[in-house]
């Protein structure tokens, strides 16, 4: 819990939120609804202007947020974000206020050079933006990780905590890093577990599967479908939890079978990714993808959407009318950061 007891700098001072999107959202409604002055900065024709609006928000165009903010927070994709800077932020920011981010790719990689006159921190809720709105309506609030890069003011701190506090991290728990820990872990955690790690080993099983001549459609259940099982006991309880509650057949399976298939041949290829993450490699190659127009980043999205356990999957999901507000929840708020 936060225990910090200085006055809240933020109590009398302007916040602007560029980008309305699961973080946006849930952070401008959290800081409006904590009593906080809150102005979000959106493209005048995008599609998130009219539901702020709807949301009882003051909606303006981003650098005009930007002009009199003693907090400017950066929630829109990262490859938005150097861009947005240099035309809206960066000439309009005042000296001494602060610029926070909740994801530190662009300070961390040097694709954003802050002004040297301003604050720089970092807020960082772990949960997806549904997450942080619903949990601060039931007065309660999801763990974040914050960090400070550059203090000019002396409240650089404060003013983080303060933020945490009103999206209701404080709630919860906070937890110091830094840009570079943040970003390191958060990009291997992205590539090597949850989603690139995960997803090859949900294609490679179901592959195996069928490439053996069992029905696709039980191949898709068992390795795909059934896996949200694990991940939820994993979530509520760790390895505790998902022992606790499968058969000793499978914790046997678990014990003796998923070494063979995660082993240390592949600890070295997750190292080899963090290294590739720390030299800064895959953010140059990210950065040069994006500016060439994303041909590699469709070709190899467009393989994954056409292989045919979604071709089967999308079949089986159709016929389980209780996947649908799970579905429509999960569009809402992917597991991607705001920023």
């Keep these: 819990m936060n225990t910090n007891t200085h006055p809240n700098p933020l109590v009398n001072a302007r916040i602007a939120v560029l980008g309305y999107g699961s973080q946006g959202r849930a952070h401008a409604l959290n800081l409006h609804d904590s009593g906080l002055d809150v102005v979000v900065g959106l493209r005048p024709n995008g599609p998130t202007w009219p539901q702020a609006v709807a949301d009882g928000l003051r909606v303006v165009e ?4 930007v002009r009199g903010a ?30 926070l981010f909740a994801h530190g790719f ?31 309506q039931r007065g309660r609030g999801v763990p974040c990780i914050w960090a400070v890069h550059q203090d000019v003011s002396g409240e650089a701190e404060a003013k983080t905590k303060a933020y945490a506090d009103g999206i209701g991290g404080g709630r919860a728990m906070l937890i110091a890093t ?19 790690g995960a997803s090859e080993l949900v294609l490679k099983g179901f592959e195996t599967l069928v490439e053996a001549g069992y029905q696709p459609e039980i191949a898709y259940y068992e390795v795909m479908h059934e896996l949200k099982l694990i991940v939820d006991l994993f979530y509520e309880g760790g390895l505790s939890k998902m022992l606790q509650f499968v058969s000793e057949t499978a914790q046997y399976g678990d014990f003796v079978s998923g070494p063979r298939i995660i082993d240390a041949a592949t600890k070295v290829r997750m190292k080899e990714v963090l290294g590739e993450i720390q030299d800064g490699t895959f953010a140059r190659n990210w950065i040069a993808e994006y500016k060439a127009g994303l041909p590699n980043y469709q070709r190899l999205k467009q393989a994954d959407l056409e ?3 979604e071709q089967v999957g999308a079949k089986l ?17 992917p597991l991607k950061k705001a920023g």
Excluded at 107 to 136: C, N, T, W
Aim: aromatic residues 6%; hydrophobic residues 40%.
């Design 70 to 99: 003693d907090l400017v927070a950066v929630l829109t994709p990262d490859m938005v974000q150097p861009t947005l800077y240099s035309e809206s932020i960066e000439p309009n920011l005042k000296p001494g206020a602060a610029l």
């Design 106 to 136: 662009n300070i961390h990689f040097k694709q954003i050079k802050p002004r040297a006159d301003i604050d720089v921190i970092m807020v960082a809720p772990k949960g997806p933006g549904a997450l942080v709105r619903s949990e601060y």
């Design 178 to 196: 830094d840009f570079k820990e943040e970003t390191e872990t958060d990009l291997f955690g992205e590539q090597a577990v949850l989603c690139g």
């Design 307 to 309: 292989h045919p356990i």
């Design 317 to 333: 999901r159709a016929r389980m009318p209780w996947l649908q507000p799970q579905i429509t929840e999960a569009a809402a708020s």
């Design 62 to 65: 981003p650098a005009e947020a």
